[in-house]
């Protein structure tokens, strides 16, 4: 669902820098994005590409020892410098997040009616009875069976799908207008995988909330994203509409990623190709681009500078000093 106006995330130059005892380490490094309301935008990249970082520092989610700058505008406000008491109201508020291990957001010491309704009463003061009614609502609308027995439940005694469900039930409970889904299904099995996907899409369908998943599964990502940004090393490499990075892809490493050197052939690829190598290190960056010792286009001007992210047509970005050439090259049209 694609839709016009201001956007409901703008962010701009988002650097988290980890100060570690061997060195600074930069885990996310200019990142850019906007997302409008209702949009799916999809986060693809290698692991330790910096994906959950930017997710976690959006959410101001961070932890401490990182050092985080830039921009972050979401719903009118600026979330970087906002105090933490009305961040707290944006967070599980008009902003939540799902996680891959529901433990993460899940207390295993409260029931899980109890863990809704604090989430419910921490950002409207409803009576407690009130509360509690609409957790089991919130329950039953996830498709948790009993909810008013499982409402009193703790969370070891949900099963993992259903702890997922119950995870989501918690983040949808003040009817967020942006969720963040951080490989929500990955520690699932592959059925219950599925019913996790269809149940978030059925929640972003019925609040009209914007997503951004971050995922492996790029048939998950061909199923449900507006646009898809692909990271590596920190960076954004490219970004565009779906079909623009999985037929129009003009990033080296964007193809190399999707298994499309040198032809995108199919949607059917399940997850992302294994590319020859090892992802930059983050501690002692090299010069110019980070993909150039595993990039099969390589060239000396690569090793010079950093390529910018530069504008291939409108709404699609490309950080390739190649990307000129790569227009209408393979990939299928
Ligand atoms: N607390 C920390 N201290 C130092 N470095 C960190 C810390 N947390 C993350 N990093 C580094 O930041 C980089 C990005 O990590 P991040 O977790 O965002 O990767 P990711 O893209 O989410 O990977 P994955 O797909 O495996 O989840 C990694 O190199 C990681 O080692
Ligand atoms: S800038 Fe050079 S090394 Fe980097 S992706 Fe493009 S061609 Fe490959
Ligand atoms: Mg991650």
Redesign the pocket.
């Given at each position: 669902m694609r839709q016009t106006g201001q956007p409901l995330l703008e962010v701009r130059d988002l650097n988290v820098t980890?100060k570690?005892n061997a060195g600074h380490?930069r885990?996310a490094s200019d990142i850019s994005m906007s997302v409008r309301a209702g949009e799916t935008l999809s986060i693809v990249?290698e692991?330790?590409?910096?994906?959950?970082?930017?997710a976690l520092a959006i959410m101001r989610l961070h932890?401490r020892?990182?050092d985080v700058t830039g921009s972050v505008q979401f719903d009118g406000q600026d979330l970087l410098t906002l105090d933490e008491e009305p961040m707290r109201a944006v967070r599980g508020g008009t902003m939540a997040m799902i996680f891959q291990d529901p433990m993460t957001a899940l207390n295993p010491v409260f029931t899980v009616g109890d863990q809704i309704v604090e989430m419910i009463r921490a950002h409207e003061k409803v009576p407690k009875r009130i509360a509690h009614d609409r957790a089991v609502e919130m329950l039953a609308s996830v498709g948790v069976p009993e909810p008013a027995r499982r409402a009193k439940q703790y969370p070891h005694e949900f099963s993992g799908g259903m702890r997922q469900r119950a995870m989501i039930a918690m983040a949808i409970a003040n009817s967020p207008k942006l969720l963040i889904a951080d490989?929500p299904t990955t520690a699932l099995d592959v059925t219950i995988q599925a019913q996790v996907i269809e149940l978030i899409k059925e929640v972003q369908k019925a609040t009209g909330a914007a997503l951004i998943l971050?995922t492996?599964d790029l048939g998950l990502v061909a199923g449900v994203s507006d646009r898809v940004q692909v990271?590596y090393g920190?960076r954004v490499m490219e970004t565009g509409a779906l079909d623009d990075i999985f037929y129009r892809s003009v990033n080296p490493y964007t193809r190399a990623l999707l298994g499309s050197i040198p032809d995108v052939s199919s949607r059917t690829r399940d997850r992302l190709k294994a590319i020859p190598g090892s992802p930059p290190s983050?501690l002692r960056p090299i010069s110019g681009c980070p993909f150039r010792p595993r990039c099969e286009m390589a060239i000396d001007r690569c090793a010079e500078s950093l390529p910018e992210l530069a504008v291939v047509e409108p709404g699609h970005w490309s950080r390739c000093h190649r990307s000129e050439e790569l227009i209408g090259v393979g990939g299928v049209k």
């Open positions: 980890f570690t380490v885990a990249g692991s330790g590409s910096g994906k959950s970082v930017t932890p020892s990182a490989e971050i492996h990271m920190s983050l």
